[in-house]
C-alpha cells in the first residue's frame, strides 16, 4: 500500500510539469494561426468553417488530428495543408477538439 501512495506524488508532479496551453495559444504556438482563423479564410479554411464541414461526424476528431500532424490536400482546395510534426498526438487531438467546437 505504502508503494501505491508514493507513486502518486510523483504522477501528480509529472503532471503538473506538463505546460497548459489554452486552445488558442496551442494553435499560435504551432502556427495553425500563420494559415487559418477562427471565422475567416485566409489561405486555409476557417475553423468554424471545418467545424460545419464535420458536424456530426463521429471520426471527424481523429481524422483532423491525423492531417494536422501529417498534413493534408484537396479537401479545401488546390493548396495542400503542410505536416506539422512538431504537434503531439495528445496536442493534435486537443486541437482538432478545439476546432470541432468553434462555431
Known amino acids: 500500500m505504502k508503494a501505491h501512495v508514493a ?16 486552445n488558442a495559444d496551442l494553435a499560435r504556438s504551432k502556427s495553425c ?3 487559418h482563423s477562427v471565422d475567416k479564410k485566409i489561405i486555409g ?3 468554424k ?7 456530426g461526424n463521429s ?12 498534413g493534408g490536400s484537396g479537401v479545401w482546395g488546390a493548396v495542400p ?3 506539422n510534426p512538431s504537434v503531439t498526438p495528445q496536442q493534435a487531438r486537443q486541437l482538432a477538439e478545439w476546432v470541432l467546437g468553434t462555431k
Open 45 to 47: 479554411p476557417a475553423f
Open 7 to 22: 507513486v502518486l506524488p510523483l504522477a501528480v508532479l509529472g503532471l503538473a510539469s506538463m505546460p497548459v496551453w489554452s
Open 33 to 35: 494561426l500563420a494559415c
Open 81 to 83: 495543408m503542410p505536416a
Open 49 to 55: 468553417d471545418v467545424a460545419a464541414r464535420y458536424a
Open 59 to 70: 471520426g471527424a476528431v481523429d481524422m483532423l488530428a491525423a492531417k494536422i500532424v501529417n
